[in-house]
């Protein structure tokens, strides 16, 4: 894979006149500013676009920004605060202002940098943040209102009434905040996430990336090099210069040519990196079709790559950096280095009459890019007041009109700039006309990635930046990132760099020859602001000012973070990229420390703004996580049943027959056909653990409150675990199947706690111990099957050899029994609903024909299938504790069940228990709850309190846990965790529900409503 | 985050679940009584809720949960996130029962 793949005809294409359609000639021609020859653009390939509604045309190869630029589109967007009227600023991902609406309907997205998007044929864009047009922005007035608008405003402005927050300021502020709209429709387009490893990422493809991934390639370490451009080349693409004797860019395309050669290099074009994490684990935003309307079929439109490196080589650049003047946002303004990429990169003129504001000689470099080009420079505005050596005769040949002094304003108005304002050295001012201005206030290395671990930026002096100080381990960073400005650097350093960090990985190979190229000089005097009257911006995406920034100070946030949340300094979509190093020097100049000293805001991922949707990839509707299907789904889906998601599992809920109106009509006819006849369900998502070893028993003995090891071959057993620190984990019914082998069950919730905690105590706790642990959950099919009539349909499944009666198969007996045709399944006399009732196992692959053979076995006692409502309709009847009453407060003895606590043995949180606290006579405990009025419904989360209190925190004694309508009492009836509940069975209660409004008396009773003598599941 | 399991190979942090401090050593006492109960209960107020925050290198238990549900004991740096070692817990992957204590 390299950048230049797609097509040979991406190179600079000769003139227009040697294109050959007419179509392309008129499509040239209706672009006011593209240049006639030149550019990475294919002149053949014309595409239409529209912006606001104007249809517009610009080439293959372009830029959204790049296309505007030639077709003579200056004002691009309102800006956030004041609606000022704002142009294209820069030329790559650190955009600030040129933020549009990309697309329409159900794929619109809002804040896209016009900069990044590529054009294609048919694209639509509207700007944002005015109405009811660019031009005429009504919210403009906010220009008026500025004084109000400064550093602080929010915290000033909304402070009182308070009670107007909610209902005026909050929605106020909501209207106004924010650039574009985002879609209201779902989103249409796939996303993706994948992983990739290699030894050697390199981020950035740059002179020095690609020099960087060419020696480790070579060397033969399994390379990543990921750009955030359509194409590899970096800075090559628009400053040109010559390498090994040839032009850059043929200089770009042997290197990726010799890059896609490599078997063991990966090269991911569009593909920008956003974060730094531990262990070499980096993320990466593809935007596979994000330049095209609509993606292919099975296409997605973005991927989320998690890149596993060994080592990094960060090539990440530079960002330059603007000057604080007044005017400075006015459309037309421009960084140096922004419009020579439009010029070179792309053939478009950003001005025709271009004046300069540069305090380095890396902005000269603009002057022969806009002579090359045959535009004017108006003239050159640099503050040190002499041409650098390089360009001195350049100078002299087109007597360039070079200004000691500063920009000190810029006339224009919508359409952009039409005069500079320049004060020279002397205090002078002088007017000079131009329609474009060209801002160069030096480079900042591109350091935020080497700061995700917290590593702090150091200065330096000469360049008047800050560089990477600790980086993370196993990341380089090098060239224009690490403060190397020379072509020659970035080649040699990139190389460098490439070679140790292959060979750190073990390559063996050969790195290959270092390219050589010139080192240019780079001298700068260090110039962040101009003072003179006017607004002159920082921050252009918050519209943060010079003046914002000395007013935070005035008022005391002088450290950095506290001038970023009181500005919203760097705190837009760009993150400050082009803000943030001059709002901190402007502080560091208004409090007399040194930029160091004043240091920099924490840099944290995302390095650039990633949409959730990419994030989400898949996991999204049906597929957000996965699902667990129980073996009877299907055929339960057939059925018609409900489903309901407990956990990851869907299980089914009730079974609705034709003429039920509602649930409840369905789930009372099951609990009573269960009752009065014989039911089953499926109970498989149970979580089912084989516990086997000589020392199991006495394992179980210790993770169990009661006593395990004494448990007969053939017997079941409730069993009840506790945190070490005395509270209730989990509870569950466990059999012993053989000498050695005890069949545990845990419930659905915290099967996969319960493994954890079971393989700690184990593997860590008592590794002495000959016990093994084997998860089940998955292999066993299990139902529960309840009601009167079970032994008789039961007795049709098992083969006939098998004795089920009271005496062959007593009440908590576990076994396995043949069924008639061979299986052998796990049988269990157990019963949750308290009716007579068995639980049986078979592999799980019969368990949707055991669901069947249920049906057939027991259709002559109307056998009927029931779902978890019913399941928990029968257990709060029976006044069984379930998750609500286990909820991680609750102690045995709360749930009633303080009795099974041995008094012989050790136990996981038996110490821990007898706390205090823990056995305090006040505390919460399980009761029965019914409304005194028989038709009230009670709902659970009331709370209870006594008859006749005031209702309030003070009086609270408790709450409704779990409730249901019992069929069998023909009433509400609830389970409720009461303090002293025990000895009040009787009272009436005050029940308070404020959140439904709703105040009643119940009476506390028994929990166990029905059948209190447990003589229906020994039957 | 990757985590190099003993049994497993260098993994990805999100099938591991972490427990917190290896050092705490589960007390053990005579269920007759013998102890003083005051002691008891104090050793297992101190086992299972003191713990030092360390800003260092600190042995720590993982589970492998996602994997071969090994619990591991890892010296990791809680400042830099590095992982110096990561060993199987006694118990840990045997077919044989271990020696009490390690």
């Given at each position: 894979m390299s950048g230049y793949s797609q097509s040979e005809s991406l190179g600079r294409t000769a003139a227009v006149e040697s294109a050959s359609s007419a179509r392309s000639q008129a499509a040239s021609a209706s672009q006011s500013h593209r240049l006639r020859s030149g550019g990475l653009i294919d002149r053949k390939v014309p595409l239409q676009f529209t912006f606001d509604g104007q249809a517009m045309t610009g080439f293959a190869g372009d830029t959204l920004a790049s296309a505007l630029v030639a077709n003579g589109v200056k004002l691009v967007a309102r800006s956030f605060k004041y609606h000022r009227p704002r142009g294209i600023i820069t030329a790559g991902s650190e955009e600030p202002s040129?933020?549009?609406?990309?697309?329409?309907?159900?794929?619109?997205?809002?804040?896209?940098?016009?900069?990044?998007?590529?054009?294609?044929?048919?694209?639509?864009?509207?700007?944002?943040?005015?109405?009811?047009?660019?031009?005429?922005?009504?919210?403009?007035?906010?220009?008026l209102a500025a004084p109000i608008f400064v550093a602080g405003f929010y915290y000033k402005t909304f402070m009182w009434p308070a009670k107007?927050?909610?209902?005026?300021?909050?929605?106020?502020?909501?209207?106004?905040?924010?650039?574009?709209?985002?879609?209201?429709?779902?989103?249409?387009?796939?996303?993706?996430?994948?992983w990739a490893h290699c030894d050697v990422l390199v981020v950035g493809a740059g002179p020095a990336g690609l020099s960087a991934a060419l020696a480790a390639g070579r060397a033969g370490s399994r390379v990543i090099l990921v750009e955030e451009d359509s194409h590899v080349g970096g800075r090559l693409l628009s400053d040109g210069g010559e390498i090994d004797g040839m032009h850059a860019e043929e200089w770009v395309r042997s290197a990726s040519e010799e890059l896609a050669g490599l078997p063991n290099v990966r090269v991911l074009t569009r593909t920008a990196l956003f974060g730094v994490y531990d262990g070499g684990v980096h993320a990466a935003l593809e935007r596979v079709n994000d330049h095209v309307p609509v993606p292919g079929p099975h296409q997605v439109r973005q991927r989320v790559w998690r890149i596993v490196a060994k080592r990094s080589v960060v090539t990440a650049g530079a960002i330059e950096r603007p000057?604080?003047?007044?005017?400075?946002?006015?459309?037309?303004?421009?960084?140096?280095?922004?419009?020579?990429?439009?010029?070179?990169?792309?053939?478009a003129m950003p001005g025709r009459k271009v004046a300069l504001f540069t305090n380095n000689d890396d902005g000269w470099r603009t002057v022969e890019a806009i002579q090359q080009a045959g535009g004017d420079i108006a003239a050159v505005i640099d503050p040190r007041g002499k041409v650098p050596a390089e360009y001195?005769?350049?100078?002299?040949?087109?007597d360039l009109r070079v200004i000691s002094g500063g920009v000190s304003d810029v006339k224009g108005g919508v359409d952009g700039v039409r005069a500079v304002v320049v004060t020279d050295s002397n205090g002078r001012t002088q007017q000079i006309d131009a329609d474009c201005l060209a801002v160069s206030g030096g480079w900042n290395p591109n350091v935020g990635l080497s700061c995700f671990h917290r590593g702090k930026p150091v200065w330096r002096e000469d360049i008047a930046a800050f560089v990477p100080g600790d980086a993370p381990r196993g990341m380089r960073l090098t060239g224009a990132a690490n403060g190397e400005f020379s072509l020659g650097a970035c080649l040699r350093d990139g190389h460098a760099a490439g070679a140790a960090a292959a060979a750190e990985c073990g390559a063996a190979g050969h790195p290959g020859e270092v390219s050589e190229a010139g080192d240019e000089a780079y001298a700068i005097s260090p110039l962040w602001q101009v003072r003179a009257k006017g607004?002159?911006?920082?921050?252009?995406?918050?519209?943060?000012?010079?003046?914002?920034?000395?007013?935070?100070?005035?008022?005391?946030?002088?450290?950095?973070?506290?001038?970023?949340?009181?500005?919203?300094?760097?705190?837009?979509?760009?993150?400050?990229?082009?803000?943030?190093?001059?709002?901190?020097?402007i502080m560091a100049a208004a409090t007399g420390r040194t930029i160091p000293e004043t240091g920099t805001t924490i840099y944290r991922p995302p390095y650039a703004p990633v949409a959730i949707g990419a994030l989400a990839g898949h996991h999204r509707d049906e597929n957000f996580h996965a699902w667990r299907l129980t073996p009877s789904h299907h055929w339960a889906a057939a059925r018609g049943a409900v489903f309901v998601d407990t956990g990851l599992w869907k299980r089914a809920q009730w079974y609705p027959q034709p003429g039920e109106k509602d649930w409840l009509e369905s789930v009372t006819r099951e609990v009573l056909a269960v009752r009065n006849g014989v039911g089953f369900c499926d109970v498989s998502t149970l979580g089912k653990v084989d516990v086997r070893g000589a020392d199991a028993g006495t394992f179980l003995d210790r993770v169990y409150i009661n006593a395990f090891s004494a448990l007969g071959v053939g017997k079941a057993r409730y069993g009840l675990m506790l945190r070490e620190d005395g509270i209730v984990m989990d509870d569950g019914t466990t059999s012993r199947l053989a000498e050695d082998h005890y069949f545990l069950t845990t419930t659905t919730a915290k099967a996969g706690p319960v493994m954890a905690h079971l393989e700690f105590c184990r593997q860590v706790l008592w590794p002495e111990l000959d016990v093994q642990l084997s998860s089940a959950s998955d292999q066993w099919a299990q139902?529960?099957?309840?009601?009167?009539?079970?032994?008789?349909?039961?007795?049709?499944?098992?083969?006939?050899?098998?004795?089920?009666?009271?005496?062959?198969?007593?009440?908590?007996?576990?076994?396995?029994?043949?069924?008639?045709?061979?299986?052998?399944?796990?049988?269990?006399?157990?019963?949750?609903?308290?009716?007579?009732?068995?639980?049986?196992?078979?592999?799980?692959?019969?368990?949707a024909a055991m669901a069947e053979n249920l049906m057939i076995a027991g259709k002559p006692y109307g056998v009927t299938p029931y779902?978890?409502?019913?399941?928990?309709?029968?257990?709060?009847?029976?006044?069984?504790?379930?998750?609500?009453?286990?909820?991680?407060?609750?102690t045995a003895d709360d749930l009633g069940l303080g009795k099974m606590m041995s008094k012989k043995k050790d136990f996981i949180g038996r110490v821990m228990a007898g706390r205090p606290a823990l056995t305090a006579p006040d505390r919460q405990v399980v009761v029965g709850i019914k409304p005194v009025d028989a038709k009230r419904r009670l709902r659970s989360g009331a709370h209870v309190m006594p008859k006749g209190s005031i209702a309030g925190p003070e009086t609270d004694q408790g709450y409704v846990t779990s409730v249901c309508y019992s069929p069998m009492l023909q009433q509400w009836i609830g389970l409720g965790l009461v303090e002293r509940g025990r000895e009040r069975i009787g009272e009436i209660v005050r029940i308070f529900d404020p959140l439904r409004s709703e105040d009643y008396e119940a009476e506390i009773c028994n929990p166990v409503f029905y059948d209190p003598e447990g003589v229906r599941q020994r039957g | 985050m990757r985590i190099a399991c003993p049994f497993c190979g260098e993994r990805e942090n999100g099938e591991f679940t972490y427990l917190g401090d290896a050092s705490p050593k589960r007390p053990t006492f005579a269920i007759d009584g013998g102890d003083s109960p005051e002691l008891v209960e104090d050793a297992f107020y101190d086992y299972v809720y003191l713990r030092d925050n360390v800003a260092g290198v600190m042995r720590e238990y993982w589970y492998h949960g996602g994997g071969c549900r090994s619990w591991l004991i890892a010296e990791r740096n809680t400042v830099t996130h590095e992982f110096i070692s990561v060993k199987a817990a006694p118990g840990a992957g045997a077919a044989k029962p271990a020696q009490a204590g390690e």
């Amino acid at each position: 894979m390299s950048g230049y793949s797609q097509s040979e005809s991406l190179g600079r294409t000769a003139a227009v006149e040697s294109a050959s359609s007419a179509r392309s000639q008129a499509a040239s021609a209706s672009q006011s500013h593209r240049l006639r020859s030149g550019g990475l653009i294919d002149r053949k390939v014309p595409l239409q676009f529209t912006f606001d509604g104007q249809a517009m045309t610009g080439f293959a190869g372009d830029t959204l920004a790049s296309a505007l630029v030639a077709n003579g589109v200056k004002l691009v967007a309102r800006s956030f605060k004041y609606h000022r009227p704002r142009g294209i600023i820069t030329a790559g991902s650190e955009e600030p202002s040129a933020l549009v609406e990309m697309r329409t309907g159900a794929r619109k997205e809002p804040n896209t940098r016009a900069t990044t998007q590529e054009l294609y044929d048919g694209l639509v864009a509207n700007s944002q943040n005015r109405w009811p047009s660019l031009r005429r922005d009504f919210m403009s007035i906010n220009q008026l209102a500025a004084p109000i608008f400064v550093a602080g405003f929010y915290y000033k402005t909304f402070m009182w009434p308070a009670k107007f927050w909610e209902k005026i300021y909050e929605p106020l502020i909501r209207r106004a905040a924010g650039l574009g709209k985002s879609a209201e429709l779902p989103d249409p387009d796939h996303y993706d996430k994948a992983w990739a490893h290699c030894d050697v990422l390199v981020v950035g493809a740059g002179p020095a990336g690609l020099s960087a991934a060419l020696a480790a390639g070579r060397a033969g370490s399994r390379v990543i090099l990921v750009e955030e451009d359509s194409h590899v080349g970096g800075r090559l693409l628009s400053d040109g210069g010559e390498i090994d004797g040839m032009h850059a860019e043929e200089w770009v395309r042997s290197a990726s040519e010799e890059l896609a050669g490599l078997p063991n290099v990966r090269v991911l074009t569009r593909t920008a990196l956003f974060g730094v994490y531990d262990g070499g684990v980096h993320a990466a935003l593809e935007r596979v079709n994000d330049h095209v309307p609509v993606p292919g079929p099975h296409q997605v439109r973005q991927r989320v790559w998690r890149i596993v490196a060994k080592r990094s080589v960060v090539t990440a650049g530079a960002i330059e950096r603007p000057i604080v003047f007044p005017g400075n946002d006015r459309p037309g303004v421009m960084m140096a280095s922004a419009v020579r990429t439009y010029v070179n990169r792309f053939a478009a003129m950003p001005g025709r009459k271009v004046a300069l504001f540069t305090n380095n000689d890396d902005g000269w470099r603009t002057v022969e890019a806009i002579q090359q080009a045959g535009g004017d420079i108006a003239a050159v505005i640099d503050p040190r007041g002499k041409v650098p050596a390089e360009y001195q005769a350049v100078a002299e040949l087109s007597d360039l009109r070079v200004i000691s002094g500063g920009v000190s304003d810029v006339k224009g108005g919508v359409d952009g700039v039409r005069a500079v304002v320049v004060t020279d050295s002397n205090g002078r001012t002088q007017q000079i006309d131009a329609d474009c201005l060209a801002v160069s206030g030096g480079w900042n290395p591109n350091v935020g990635l080497s700061c995700f671990h917290r590593g702090k930026p150091v200065w330096r002096e000469d360049i008047a930046a800050f560089v990477p100080g600790d980086a993370p381990r196993g990341m380089r960073l090098t060239g224009a990132a690490n403060g190397e400005f020379s072509l020659g650097a970035c080649l040699r350093d990139g190389h460098a760099a490439g070679a140790a960090a292959a060979a750190e990985c073990g390559a063996a190979g050969h790195p290959g020859e270092v390219s050589e190229a010139g080192d240019e000089a780079y001298a700068i005097s260090p110039l962040w602001q101009v003072r003179a009257k006017g607004k002159a911006f920082v921050d252009f995406q918050h519209d943060v000012t010079a003046s914002d920034v000395t007013l935070a100070q005035r008022e005391g946030f002088e450290s950095v973070e506290h001038l970023k949340r009181y500005t919203t300094l760097g705190m837009a979509t760009d993150q400050g990229k082009t803000s943030n190093i001059t709002g901190l020097a402007i502080m560091a100049a208004a409090t007399g420390r040194t930029i160091p000293e004043t240091g920099t805001t924490i840099y944290r991922p995302p390095y650039a703004p990633v949409a959730i949707g990419a994030l989400a990839g898949h996991h999204r509707d049906e597929n957000f996580h996965a699902w667990r299907l129980t073996p009877s789904h299907h055929w339960a889906a057939a059925r018609g049943a409900v489903f309901v998601d407990t956990g990851l599992w869907k299980r089914a809920q009730w079974y609705p027959q034709p003429g039920e109106k509602d649930w409840l009509e369905s789930v009372t006819r099951e609990v009573l056909a269960v009752r009065n006849g014989v039911g089953f369900c499926d109970v498989s998502t149970l979580g089912k653990v084989d516990v086997r070893g000589a020392d199991a028993g006495t394992f179980l003995d210790r993770v169990y409150i009661n006593a395990f090891s004494a448990l007969g071959v053939g017997k079941a057993r409730y069993g009840l675990m506790l945190r070490e620190d005395g509270i209730v984990m989990d509870d569950g019914t466990t059999s012993r199947l053989a000498e050695d082998h005890y069949f545990l069950t845990t419930t659905t919730a915290k099967a996969g706690p319960v493994m954890a905690h079971l393989e700690f105590c184990r593997q860590v706790l008592w590794p002495e111990l000959d016990v093994q642990l084997s998860s089940a959950s998955d292999q066993w099919a299990q139902f529960s099957i309840a009601g009167p009539n079970t032994r008789k349909l039961l007795q049709a499944l098992v083969d006939p050899s098998e004795d089920l009666s009271n005496e062959g198969f007593p009440f908590m007996g576990a076994r396995e029994v043949k069924l008639r045709g061979g299986v052998v399944a796990r049988l269990f006399r157990i019963s949750f609903s308290g009716e007579m009732a068995f639980e049986i196992s078979v592999p799980a692959r019969y368990g949707a024909a055991m669901a069947e053979n249920l049906m057939i076995a027991g259709k002559p006692y109307g056998v009927t299938p029931y779902g978890t409502e019913a399941l928990g309709v029968m257990r709060i009847e029976k006044g069984h504790v379930a998750g609500p009453e286990l909820n991680g407060t609750t102690t045995a003895d709360d749930l009633g069940l303080g009795k099974m606590m041995s008094k012989k043995k050790d136990f996981i949180g038996r110490v821990m228990a007898g706390r205090p606290a823990l056995t305090a006579p006040d505390r919460q405990v399980v009761v029965g709850i019914k409304p005194v009025d028989a038709k009230r419904r009670l709902r659970s989360g009331a709370h209870v309190m006594p008859k006749g209190s005031i209702a309030g925190p003070e009086t609270d004694q408790g709450y409704v846990t779990s409730v249901c309508y019992s069929p069998m009492l023909q009433q509400w009836i609830g389970l409720g965790l009461v303090e002293r509940g025990r000895e009040r069975i009787g009272e009436i209660v005050r029940i308070f529900d404020p959140l439904r409004s709703e105040d009643y008396e119940a009476e506390i009773c028994n929990p166990v409503f029905y059948d209190p003598e447990g003589v229906r599941q020994r039957g | 985050m990757r985590i190099a399991c003993p049994f497993c190979g260098e993994r990805e942090n999100g099938e591991f679940t972490y427990l917190g401090d290896a050092s705490p050593k589960r007390p053990t006492f005579a269920i007759d009584g013998g102890d003083s109960p005051e002691l008891v209960e104090d050793a297992f107020y101190d086992y299972v809720y003191l713990r030092d925050n360390v800003a260092g290198v600190m042995r720590e238990y993982w589970y492998h949960g996602g994997g071969c549900r090994s619990w591991l004991i890892a010296e990791r740096n809680t400042v830099t996130h590095e992982f110096i070692s990561v060993k199987a817990a006694p118990g840990a992957g045997a077919a044989k029962p271990a020696q009490a204590g390690e």
